[in-house]
C-alpha cells in the first residue's frame, strides 16, 4: 500500500472499476468498545488524510515496486 498514496474513498473507486462492484462496508466486531473507538479513529484519519508515504522516494529505492491498480489487477473476488 505504501507504493501508493490514496485515500479511503480512492481505493474503494479503484476496487470498484477493478471489480465492478461498489465496495460497502462491512461490520467487524471487536472485544472492547475501547479498541472500537481507537479503530474508528484511525479509519478517520486514514478517510482524512489517506496513508502517508511518499511514493517517490520509495519507487526511487525499489523501482518495481507494485502500483494498488497492477496489484489489484491480479487478484479475485473470492467465492
Do not use: C
Not at 6 to 31: D, H, L, M, N, W
Amino acid at each position: 500500500m505504501a507504493g501508493d498514496e490514496r485515500t479511503f474513498a480512492e481505493g474503494k473507486a479503484a476496487i470498484a472499476r477493478r471489480f465492478g462492484v461498489p465496495v460497502r462496508p462491512a461490520p467487524t466486531p471487536s472485544p472492547s468498545s475501547r479498541v472500537r473507538a481507537d479503530g474508528v479513529r484511525v479509519q478517520a484519519h486514514f478517510a482524512e488524510n489517506g496513508y502517508p508515504a511518499d511514493p517517490a522516494a520509495l519507487r526511487r529505492l525499489h523501482p518495481d515496486l507494485t502500483s494498488f491498480e497492477a496489484w489489484l489487477a491480479g487478484e479475485r473476488l473470492a467465492e
